[in-house]
């Protein structure tokens, strides 16, 4: 498997997808309720073109609207004062938004909450032609259990979320290897098993045998840009300015030892790790992959496997400036939504594309996954760690 | 200890509270964010007299109101077409709200969601004297573990939550006593950690060593009523029916028997359990309080100890009906909030106070307790679950 680049063609999986509809087209009348309603709720509603119709009772409103993949779609009110309306077709998968009442953006009473975009908010699911990978099924599950802690780096009580496979009470001899998995910016711990599903994508997975088991850590990453990087407070003269560089050289210094100094001693100390490097990984989405590339780079003592979903890439000039990287890693998998890679490809650090076949071509065990006809959006990293998870510990 | 009742007083617990102040004085300053807010979120606020201040920005909107308490207050507009106001002092502990803009009711932007009315929704604390109890301190945290699983009984997947002890994965020889614990109506498995903070008042009592180490399980009560007692679909004609006595006859028979079937049985093949009658707590707030007076009157060979907050109490005419019940069950907890107690005393199945007395004197172990000027709310089930915890498996 070492030295084998999988780069996915996008083509292959145009069929997967059904957005390319024109949002002119008379508007397809199978709606129904989302999967992520609040129980007994009818709306928010769906359609097999992927358009999402609210509801809201406002009857003094003089303006409702739905505020979806960013474009703000009018509600029209009936004679009750019941304001309802649809977006344009989006994309397979799940999708933040919100309601819009006389200028006042709330989340919508009859939706579930999920933390992202720097709160909690409306979420819904448009269903996927591959949907089976992160469905709940009737099979063995694993546990999610919360965590608190003190961390002495940051001198404050913290949380995480860590998944335990489904033997894991069971198999009490047995010990595992772990994945330190982190969120995207203005998310948190919650988002890779609320939004990401990623507990019922190892329960399946497993289920098949298609993954091995292990343990998967979600912390929070959230961390303080250096002050250097931000205005001073009160400092109006500078709100304008921004950082040269994003992001700022020792901006994930602060989480690195977080993660080094107290959140891997934590679970190594509390769970029946196997605790080396060989049996140790992390992955990241977004700024988790970001965050994901500077402390394995700068660690590649403690992790074996590294996973970068629409967060970046490593190039053969990154690890010739860290020593041990290319002797000690497994694996760099770095993945993207289709709509990211689109003219002009986008990327931190260089083109994905390139670097990750470029650093094949060094000598590195890599992987290159497209999530097809899906953008910036949590479809592509369920995707992702679908692809990601299955080529760890092996 | 046994034949001890305890009936608290509640003149000896005026001095605890301050919420006996007009609502026509002037409003104090001091407000500060309140501690379920969502992070980085200055409001909504609470100040020492207990009022809650929200704020929104809606600039079209004619009115808007916070509906806290089951009263609305009016909110004020500033020229930004900032909205601001702030309600009446409310007891301590925690309250569900929400906000009003032009008829649309909806969660404030601004604060955490909990499940409760039937409906994820915001949530506010107002500080309290006695809030130590449940605060998150540096001890040895336990977990709350997420479980899905399939049940027979009901033909489908389930989700609850488990409590396990800060010790529980270091003394893995050791086997725990259980406590099935039920949320209230319009509530779910998710209404005891989110606002109960139970595994936060466990980690202090154990930490301060006034409770034995237990595992709490948290599971979903919700069950439909029986079809005879529901008007049938579509039926509008008896839409203002009412079921004569409520709840109905059988009406937790489905409950029963999930948990006697899958759930118990699925917690003791899955935890280090100490599966028999002596080790096996049940209890409830309101309608899980209802639930379990008549499980635990149904199967005395199955629970030993008996917790009912604010949801009914136990008779000795109950206790005669129920063979084996007087025998087996070595204590019986009932408690209410200050507030619910009020003349005329409420109670479901005869006054809860005379009949606990009464069950006390016809020699059963009993514990009533009163929650000092609190309502039918989180705050009288934090207290009472906290003075029922230490009297467990002792």
Not at 281 to 290: D, K, N, T, V
Request: proline share 7%; aromatic share 12%.
């Amino acid at each position: 498997m070492r030295n084998r680049l999988t780069y996915m063609l996008f083509a292959a999986f145009v069929f997967l997808g059904s957005s390319n509809i024109n949002s002119q087209n008379p508007v397809v009348g199978d709606f129904k309720p989302s999967s992520l309603n609040q129980p007994g709720k009818e709306y928010p509603q769906v359609n097999s073109e992927g358009r999402v119709r609210v509801q809201i009772s406002a009857p003094e409103a003089k303006m409702v609207q739905l505020d979806i993949g960013a474009v703000k779609y009018d509600l029209v009110k009936d004679a009750q004062g019941v304001w309802t309306g649809e977006s344009a077709p989006q994309d397979e998968g799940f999708h933040y938004y919100q309601l819009n009442i006389d200028g006042a953006s709330v989340p919508d009473p009859n939706s579930l909450y999920f933390y992202g975009a720097g709160r909690w908010g409306s979420g819904i699911e448009i269903p996927a032609g591959d949907e089976e990978f992160y469905a709940m099924k009737n099979v063995p599950h694993g546990q999610v259990r919360e965590l608190i802690y003190f961390s002495e780096s940051t001198q404050s009580m913290r949380r995480c979320f860590v998944y335990t496979p489904p033997q894991y009470d069971k198999n009490t001899e047995k010990r595992y290897p772990v994945l330190y998995l982190q969120h995207g910016g203005g998310e948190d711990e919650t988002g890779w098993s609320n939004q990401g599903r990623v507990n019922l994508i190892m329960d399946n997975l497993i289920a098949e045998g298609k993954a091995k088991e292990f343990i998967i850590v979600m912390d929070n990453g959230n961390w303080h840009m250096p002050e250097r990087t931000r205005p001073a407070p009160n400092d109006t003269t500078k709100q304008e300015e921004k950082p040269k560089a994003w992001p700022p050289e020792g901006w994930a210094d602060g989480f690195m030892k977080t993660m080094l100094e107290d959140i891997i001693p934590m679970i190594d100390a509390n769970f029946r790790t196997l605790a080396d490097q060989d049996h140790r990984a992390m992955a990241g989405l977004s700024m988790g992959g970001m965050e994901t590339r500077i402390i394995t780079l700068a660690n590649p003592d403690v992790f074996s496997y590294v996973g970068i979903f629409s967060g970046g890439s490593i190039s053969p000039d990154d690890v010739d400036k860290a020593p041990g990287f290319k002797e000690n890693v497994k694996l760099v998998f770095v993945s993207y939504g289709s709509r990211e890679l689109e003219n002009p490809r986008s990327g931190l650090w260089g083109d994905p594309v390139e670097n990750t076949k470029a650093l094949n071509e060094a000598g590195m065990n890599t992987h290159f996954y497209v999530s097809p006809l899906t953008a910036h959006e949590w479809q592509s990293w369920r995707r992702g760690f679908y692809q990601f998870a299955p080529r760890l510990f092996q």
